[in-house]
């Protein structure tokens, strides 16, 4: 197993992407749908996706590539193995989540955004879970936890890193 | 041996997975038949994971719970230290109005039977019997305003929908929900996720439209999960497709999820977005009324103003609009949040004092410290000293203090909170999410992030430029986004003035 992952591309992407666009052409605003299920079953948007989205829906090139980068969500590169993201919104700075951060930041040596150089581990922001009531809030590989704090934050970086 | 226990997202993160692991382990190892029903939240997040106890006495609430204190609750919940009582008579639970969230955290939230036997469906079954003008008559006499932000009238909204032109209508709901703060659509579409369908349903029985989409945002996984099962157990009982009820109405609908975006909440970015494209905001007019899904008349509605139709048909208009004060009628579910001792949703009449909310009802700060501010109305509300904490709850009352009510989420900081940064994150926050269509909000916000920056520097001068910039935002901007983010900002330099006068005095 390689531990850096690179973009998956190739007909095989084309052809996975063909079938879930065909099998998404039919509904109305079908784009994001396709989007979502792309990125689960790749982890990210491959480059070779844009073409076929294009060509199955009718589209510019450009257009598709307009929504995909207008989109937080939406990845041109695959993540690390473990995605951590911080709540940085209002309810959890009130609970010292801007701290947590810089922490998080200095141990795995990763500003954010960042995925490590061995691939364990991407760093991201995140601006509220709707944990606003037992903040600070975070997700780890779509695993919520709340009212962190140093030592619970601990913990959780060493998950990510393992 | 019959208990409940959330599975609510914010009991999750507390650890209600390993409780539950615990009390079946236990459970199995005593021998003890289980029947663990995984219902909503109650609200009282500082309680969670609240475990509850059946009993032929009511409901007994134990919390918050965790796995160390399974064993000895099997062995006698009556003395358990984490007993709080009978679930009903919690002063908490027992001070609120909850008609919206009558059901939520009571019932299974994907047992439409449950459903029903707790109100569910009487709303619709009234409203499958009335004619389209009556219905939409009963929502605007309620007095019903959107729960979104703008606080438009409901039912002049569908309104305008029922008497458009067009062969295809739809029901849309913003289920967007990216306040800091906020989380009442989050609780009840996974505490009670029949009641927004009905609403929706009942939405389209008023308007003609037969086709609906919730738009949840991606940052909710277990809303979307339960809210997509709900939509197919609907299905399959005959309460959504081509015969409502057995009736000869049609109403359909799906789920569809966002990709982290927080300006897609704006309705005509919500459309862009949903019809696949960049969520950029669309001018007004067309209203989305006339023109919105696809160019087709549309009703967007905020899940909690959809959620709360129900109760309004099952009980006539006059019961809701009996509650509240002014022209905010009925009930809000305020979401406490932030540094707080209790904080969680609290479901009653509009008209508390910000004093109430904040020092009775959420007991203060949780670090125990002094409140600083307070925060109503997410990334664009204005923040409240302790001056004005005599203000009632409701949207005219609000705006009079230069604030908003908003989706009414509250978020409490103590004395160490820094009121320049706070300004400087709306800055930023609104240059990051702008959806780029307008100047005095994208280049604008960047400009008001430096000019911060100034100030924190001792630049006495860049105070008046923050004015202007806050000016020139509100009056260029299309949508609230540009447009009041000078709330929290202006709010900030008004009402803390002597955070941003610190670096000023040490460089003096
Ligand atoms: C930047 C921005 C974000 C918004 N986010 C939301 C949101 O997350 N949920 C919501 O219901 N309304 C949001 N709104 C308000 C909607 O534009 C719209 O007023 C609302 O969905 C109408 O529903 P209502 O009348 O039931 O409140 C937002 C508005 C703006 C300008
Ligand atoms: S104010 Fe900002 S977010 Fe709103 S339309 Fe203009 S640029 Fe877009
Ligand atoms: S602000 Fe962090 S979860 Fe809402």
Known sequence: MTLISSPASGPAVSARVSEIVAANAGREGPLLPILHEIQQEFGHVPE???????????????????????????????????????????????????ALGERARAKLGLDWGETSADGRVTLEPIFCLGLCACAPAAMLDGELRARLDEASLDALLKEARA | MKLHLPADAAAKALGAEKVAA???????????????????SRGM????????????????AFGPMTPEAVSAFFDDPAAHPLALGRTEDLPWLKRQTRLTFARCGVIDPLDLADYEAHEGLAGLRRALEMEKPALVQEVTESGLRGRGGAGFPTGIKWKTVSEAPGPKKYIVCNADEGDSGTFADRIIMEGDPFTLIEGMIIAGLATGAEQGYVYIRSEYPDAVNVMSKAVEIGRAAGLLGRSVLGSERAFDMEVRVGAGAYVCGEETSLLNSLEGKRGIV??????????????????????????????????????????????????????????????????????????????????????????????IGGPLG????????????GYEEYAGQGGLIGHAGLVVFDDRADMLQMARFAMEFCAVESCGKCTPCRIGAVRGVETVDRIARGDRRA????????ETMKSGSLCALGGFTPYPVMSALTHFPEDFARAQEAAE
């Open chain 1, 48 to 98: 070779d996706a844009v073409q076929v989205i294009a060509e199955g829906l009718n589209l510019g090139r450009a257009e598709v590539h307009g929504v995909i980068s207008f989109y937080h969500d939406f990845r041109k590169l695959p993540a690390g193995r473990h995605v951590l993201k911080i709540c940085r919104a209002e309810a959890c700075q009130s609970m010292g989540s801007e």
């Open chain 2, 22 to 40: 615990a009390l079946k382990a236990e459970a199995q190892k005593r021998g003890i038949a289980l029947e663990l029903i995984r219902n909503g």
């Open chain 2, 45 to 60: 997040i500082w309680l969670e994971p609240l475990l509850e106890l059946a009993t032929p006495q009511g409901r007994f």
């Open chain 2, 282 to 375: 669309r001018a007004k007019p067309p209203l989305p009324a006339l023109q919105g899904f696809l160019g087709r008349p549309t009703v967007v509605n905020n899940v909690i103003s959809l959620a709360t139709v129900p109760i309004i048909l099952a009980r006539g208009a006059q019961f809701y609009k009996d509650f509240g004060i002014g022209r905010s009628r009925g009930t809000i579910p305020l979401q406490i949040a932030g540094n707080v001792r209790y904080g969680g949703l609290f479901e009653t009449a509009f008209g508390l004092s910000l004093r109430e909310i904040v020092e009775d009802i959420g007991g203060g700060t949780a670090s125990g410290r002094p409140v600083k501010a307070v925060q």
């Open chain 2, 382 to 393: 204005a923040y409240f000293p302790q001056a004005l904490f005599e203000t009632p709850f």
């Open chain 2, 463 to 470: 105070v008046g430029i923050l004015k202007d910039l806050c």
